[in-house]
């Protein structure tokens, strides 16, 4: 098969993990005998280095012409990168925004699972961990607060800042659908997580989530406050199987998912359209901190690649193959930085991506 990927390397550690993806999808294809073509194209700080703008128009093109885009992280340090200089809408996460809407990327599937070889890395009771969990968070990703109207005045002198959250139902029942969709390939239940005790949006959300499970009798639905479901991620992440949620509160909600995992660097991600294509990225930023120290962990990102194998492309052996190579290397007691354990032996990114490709096999 031919795969035409987008590739958006971005910033920080996004070139270091994005080649550690292409290592491990270059030995899928010659293992499996697909071809895939690959081109770059300039996203966040990179952008705005060469072009002044966060995505280019032009790059927004390569990137609908793609099969799929995979993607690293962008932005940099937001105290001191002069990017954070810029206005609001020249900023790198301009650029992130904008090829989501673009690409009418609405559905943000973030799975957290917890790899009982990283058990020990889990920060939560032993007693909690040796349960073990795999969720899959359901985020809205192209509405809510990230893109109703928002302005910076004066009001009688006092500096006032405004933010609006609005959904409508469209929006609402698609990605409703998607996490029903989702969940009957799982175990049967979705918890749909809003504020409606407070925000009108989420009342709206919830009788429109209400109105899409009557087309799934066989699911299993339940409503849940989002500052009840932060607690109850720590408390016991294994009574989730699917969180439905929108998308400030599904933002927030994956880093905390991410780090019960283990480690950040541990969470892949895909966004979908309502067709195959997706944009698939690890859940985490740039990293500045560590960037350019062969330190940081190209997991996230190599099991989204994974996730593009088998959403974009159904071609879910392959997948497959990129999971099972995951857990038998962690198996045979390989770490980057932060996931290291004792008695484990501590490799780089590069060295990690090379282990992960020799692992792929038939
Ligand atoms: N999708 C994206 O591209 C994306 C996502 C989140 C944040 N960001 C951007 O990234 C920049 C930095 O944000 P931040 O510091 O809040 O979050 P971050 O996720 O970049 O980093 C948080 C912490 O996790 C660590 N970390 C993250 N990924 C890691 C990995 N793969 N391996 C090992 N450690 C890892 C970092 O070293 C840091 O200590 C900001 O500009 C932010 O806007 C981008
Ligand atoms: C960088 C930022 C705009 C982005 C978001 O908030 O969606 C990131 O945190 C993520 O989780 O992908
Ligand atoms: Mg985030």
Redesign the pocket.
Known sequence: MKLNITCIPGDGIGPEIVAEAKKVLDKVAEVYGHEITYKDILMGGASIDVHGVPLTDEAIADAKAADAVLMG???GNTSTSPWYQLPPEKR??AG??KI?KALNLFA?LRPAVLYQELSDACPLRKDISDRGFDLLIMRE?TGGL?FGARHTTEVDGVRTAVDTLTYNENEIRRIAIKAFDIARKRRGIVTSVDKANVLDSSRLWRKVVEEVAKDYPDITLSHMLVDNCAMQLVRDPSQFDVILTE??FG?IL??EASMVTGSIGMLA?ASLNDSKFGLY?P???SAPDIAGMDIANPIATILSAAMMLRYSFDLDKEADAIEMAVKSILKKGYRTADIMAEGCEKVGCSRMGDLLADEISR
């Open positions: 992280s962008i932005g790198p996460e992130l925004l989501r943000n990703l990230y998308n400030m933002d994956s880093d991600s990225e859940s985490h930023g």
